[in-house]
């Protein structure tokens, strides 16, 4: 309840300050700080997926559209909004499939934020907003295409001197279902990270992060209903149809990066997850991991750069809504992804991706088992995937 309140009032300033802080601006009017930013992804993808498509195989095309603008309308305070194609009902997935006998696609508000720079330490951030950038996450845990709801608070803090060259704190709570008979589905969270240098090209970052997702069975009934769409639901259901356990994901990461070739820079980045509210069986399946080595830059003309991926998580780890939606599932995952990407032009880029996803959890229940608990959208097959993608960004 105490959460909630909070939010509520966030949000109720962040859209009264622009009228009660903006005064006399110096520089140009707001309307000339107007940004525009976009891009447009074409995509072929294929799967080989025995059991779920005829002969195992699916093809198709697909399109991706996103455009929109970022302006400083007072001193220390920006606002931004964007417009997305994709199922306005998918929160894990922009994409829209070539189909429908030539049907128009859908488009839609996707973000409407203001960020306020409050002091050089800290800035508020509220409204609908992309949180990928605004703090350490993987893949994993939550995918590119997310937009939440609610307000984040981000602190940093410069080093003095030596090794240490900064500390970042992020705060969030995020609205998740409004329930017009009883209390609201919501997450928060927070985490903190210093980042040091090695040397002249090289730096270190660690961190800890938890975050609780309080009735995550609303939006479980969402999913249930059809109301939501994108990923699977597979953690562990109880006799009556509801999530066994609660989602109280405590997680620790560390990122490195070596500069030292402009060429083929290094970067390499690890997460560990383990949920606190796991309950029943999930307590035997409720952590997950995943690691990235990415080496090279395909930012300019004729370079490129390889990655790749492990993900796992088991049933219970981490919750399913809006984690990684290429892997078609947020936990009982066993998956690699590989990456080679090259530059063509300014902006432009060409991606080559294969994802092979299986279960963590090979068959439910085990043998001999008496448990009474299921294993929602069990799937025990190997799912390959493939995708070939042309991106420009303007």
Same mark, same amino acid.
């Given at each position: 309840?105490?959460?909630?309140?909070?939010?509520?009032?966030?949000?109720?300033?962040?859209?009264?300050?622009?009228?009660v802080?903006?005064?006399?601006?110096?520089?140009?009017?707001?309307?000339?700080?107007?940004?525009?930013?976009?891009?447009?992804?074409?995509?072929?993808?294929?799967?080989?997926?025995p059991?779920?498509?005829?002969?195992?195989?699916?093809?198709?095309?697909?399109?991706?559209?996103?455009?929109?603008?970022?302006?400083?309308?007072?001193?220390?305070?920006?606002i931004?909004?964007?417009?997305?194609?994709?199922?306005?009902?998918?929160?894990?997935s922009?994409?829209?499939?070539?189909?429908?006998a030539?049907?128009?696609?859908?488009?839609?508000?996707?973000?409407?934020?203001?960020? !306020?720079?409050?002091?050089?330490? *800290?800035?508020?951030?509220?409204?609908?907003? +992309?949180?990928?950038?605004l703090? @350490? =996450? #993987?893949?994993m845990?939550?995918?590119?295409?997310v937009?939440?709801?609610?307000?984040?608070?981000?602190?940093?803090f410069?080093?003095?001197?030596?090794?240490?060259?900064?500390?970042?704190?992020?705060?969030?709570?995020?609205?998740?279902?409004?329930?017009?008979?009883?209390?609201?589905?919501?997450?928060?969270?927070?985490?903190?990270?210093?980042?040091f240098?090695?040397?002249?090209?090289?730096?270190?970052?660690?961190?800890?992060g938890?975050?609780a997702?309080?009735?995550p069975?609303?939006?479980?009934d969402l999913?249930?209903?059809?109301?939501?769409?994108?990923?699977?639901?597979?953690?562990?259901?109880?006799?009556?149809?509801?999530?066994?356990s609660d !989602?109280?994901?405590?997680?620790? *990461?560390?990122e490195?990066?070596?500069?030292? +070739?402009?060429?083929?820079?290094? @970067? =390499? #980045?690890?997460?560990?997850?383990?949920?606190?509210?796991?309950?029943?069986?999930?307590?035997n399946?409720?952590?997950?991991y995943?690691?990235?080595v990415?080496?090279?830059?395909?930012?300019?003309?004729?370079?490129m750069?390889?990655r790749l991926?492990?993900?796992?998580?088991?049933?219970?780890?981490?919750?399913?809504?809006?984690?990684?939606?290429?892997?078609?599932?947020?936990s009982?995952?066993?998956?690699?992804?590989?990456?080679?990407?090259?530059?063509?032009?300014?902006?432009?880029?060409?991606n080559l991706?294969?994802?092979?996803?299986?279960?963590?959890?090979?068959?439910?229940?085990?043998?001999g088992?008496?448990?009474?608990?299921?294993?929602?959208? !069990?799937?025990?097959?190997?799912?390959?995937?493939?995708?070939?993608?042309?991106?420009?960004k303007?």
């Amino acid at each position: 309840m105490l959460i909630r309140r909070c939010l509520a009032v966030i949000l109720t300033l962040a859209l009264l300050a622009p009228c009660v802080l903006a005064g006399e601006r110096k520089g140009p009017s707001w309307f000339e700080t107007v940004k525009f930013k976009g891009d447009l992804r074409l995509r072929y993808e294929g799967f080989d997926h025995p059991g779920k498509y005829e002969d195992g195989e699916r093809n198709r095309f697909r399109l991706r559209y996103r455009l929109g603008l970022v302006a400083d309308v007072a001193e220390g305070i920006r606002i931004g909004a964007e417009m997305r194609s994709g199922n306005p009902l998918d929160p894990v997935s922009d994409n829209q499939s070539l189909d429908g006998a030539f049907s128009k696609k859908e488009i839609s508000l996707a973000q409407m934020y203001v960020d !306020f720079a409050l002091s050089e330490r *800290f800035s508020l951030i509220a409204g609908k907003f +992309s949180p990928k950038k605004l703090w @350490k =996450v #993987s893949d994993m845990q939550i995918d590119d295409d997310v937009v939440s709801e609610g307000a984040m608070g981000r602190w940093l803090f410069g080093g003095h001197g030596g090794a240490l060259s900064k500390v970042q704190a992020n705060a969030w709570a995020y609205a998740l279902e409004e329930s017009s008979s009883g209390p609201d589905a919501y997450a928060w969270g927070a985490q903190i990270y210093p980042e040091f240098k090695l040397g002249g090209h090289a730096k270190l970052t660690v961190g800890v992060g938890y975050e609780a997702t309080v009735r995550p069975e609303l939006v479980a009934d969402l999913t249930a209903a059809g109301k939501l769409k994108g990923n699977k639901m597979t953690h562990f259901l109880s006799e009556d149809g509801t999530l066994l356990s609660d !989602f109280q994901v405590a997680n620790a *990461f560390v990122e490195w990066k070596n500069s030292a +070739s402009e060429r083929w820079p290094v @970067k =390499v #980045s690890a997460f560990f997850y383990k949920n606190l509210g796991a309950n029943g069986v999930g307590k035997n399946n409720d952590s997950a991991y995943f690691a990235r080595v990415q080496i090279g830059d395909y930012k300019k003309p004729g370079q490129m750069a390889f990655r790749l991926s492990r993900y796992y998580a088991e049933p219970d780890a981490i919750f399913y809504a809006w984690t990684q939606s290429d892997t078609t599932r947020g936990s009982n995952l066993d998956g690699y992804r590989f990456d080679y990407r090259v530059g063509l032009h300014s902006g432009g880029h060409l991606n080559l991706t294969w994802y092979r996803t299986d279960s963590a959890v090979d068959a439910w229940p085990p043998t001999g088992s008496t448990t009474t608990a299921s294993l929602s959208n !069990f799937d025990s097959e190997t799912m390959d995937r493939w995708q070939v993608d042309y991106i420009l960004k303007f």
